[in-house]
């Protein structure tokens, strides 16, 4: 999380907090991350950013649904 010092940043847009129950500035990134069964320690992967549909249409960039950017993952 951030705070909104005044300033635009890039590919940053509200999301709803469920932890905080509120709305706040973030990216929306999805992780694919490997668990080591021993020590239980996270590892991330790779990841991809979610961006909204009206922000792919003002940057002229193909729209994907989370849905098709955890498929990337797996598929």
């Known amino acids: ?6 300033e635009h940043i890039k590919d940053v ?4 907090d469920h ?5 706040i500035l973030a990216h929306n990134i999805l992780f694919v991350n490997y668990v080591d069964p ?10 991809r950013r979610f ?6 249409a003002s940057e ?3 729209f994907k649904k989370q849905t098709e950017l ?4 797996v598929g």
């Open 19 to 23: 932890s905080q129950n509120c709305t």
């Open 70 to 73: 955890f498929r990337e993952f």
């Open 38 to 47: 021993k020590s239980g320690k996270y590892y991330p992967l790779d990841f």
């Open 60 to 62: 002229e960039v193909d």
């Open 1 to 6: 999380m951030i705070e909104k010092t005044g």
């Open 13 to 16: 847009d509200y999301l709803y």
């Open 51 to 56: 961006k909204k549909e009206s922000q792919c």
